[in-house]
């Protein structure tokens, strides 16, 4: 049992909650991520390890309510408890000095992106971060990503926030304005993260993306979370979650994030409805 010590909302239907997990805290690095389970009966889903505290042991997950779990999740508060949490897991990020690294989040991709930018900068990179969301109401994190990066850029569907647009029409500038750039990393949703690979790749700038598939055990025996890199299958939780994203099959990520849009929709649907769920006690 994990105990969650503490809770925000962050932005609309986006929260963050601190969970008491004294071992994963001290292991835990940049890019690696969980896997939890609410209760017996709940399903198994992973979430990106947003930071990490070691001295209180406390790790802090971000997550956006789309489904059953994250909306069951949502009603949690402080002093309640999560049944199963499982990690670290994954690989971490490579940290090292790179140069000019531009770190791109979208969306609650922005929460997985602070602690490799954080990472990133420690090791003496100049960070150019972008960062972006539907509207104000949806970005995260803002003041955070500015505290670790030179320079942060803002975009916002709607022009409420920032520059009007997407987080690639300001990659695009900066690309277009020649500055040196050794490596960008970004994290979002799959249609961002597969524009920001065809952006980069013409100009051959190393892009590295981190890709959330469905997960089951997280060990990599179940083979759930295959992912099409190159020439190679990989399973995103023992052989990533990062990977270059100039190497991604894209037409095969998205499939596979469409799997099981109709079963979700059910269990909304129970869920809603008042079945056995707990987002609605």
Known sequence: ????????????????????????????????????????????????????????????????EVGRTTAELGRLEPG??????????????????YGTVICVGGGVGVAPIYPITRALSGADNHIISIIGARSNKHL????????????????????TEGQKGF??????????????????????????????????????IKTIVSLNPIMVDGTGMCGACRVA?????????VDGPEFDGHQVNWSVAEIRARMFAEEEQLAMKGCNSGGDCHCQK
């Open 1 to 64: 049992m994990f105990k969650i010590t503490k809770k925000k909302i962050l932005a609309q239907s986006i929260k963050l909650i601190e969970v008491l997990a004294p071992e994963i805290a001290t292991k835990g690095q940049a890019g690696q991520f969980v896997i939890l389970r609410i209760d017996e009966n709940g399903e198994r889903i992973p979430l990106t390890l947003a930071d990490f505290n070691r001295q209180e042991g406390t790790i802090t997950l971000i997550y956006q």
């Open 167 to 204: 987080v690639t029409d300001i990659l695009k500038q900066l690309i277009d304005s020649k500055m040196q750039i050794d490596l960008v990393v970004a994290i979002g949703p799959l249609v961002m993260m597969k524009a920001v690979s065809q952006l980069t790749r013409p100009y051959n």
């Open 229 to 237: 890199v190159g020439q190679e299958t990989k399973f995103a939780c």
């Open 80 to 97: 309640d408890y999560i049944l199963d949490l499982v990690g670290p897991l994954g690989k971490p990020s490579e940290i090292e000095k």
């Open 140 to 159: 995260i994190l803002a003041e955070e990503m500015e505290t670790v990066s030179e320079k942060l850029y803002i975009a916002t569907d709607d022009g």
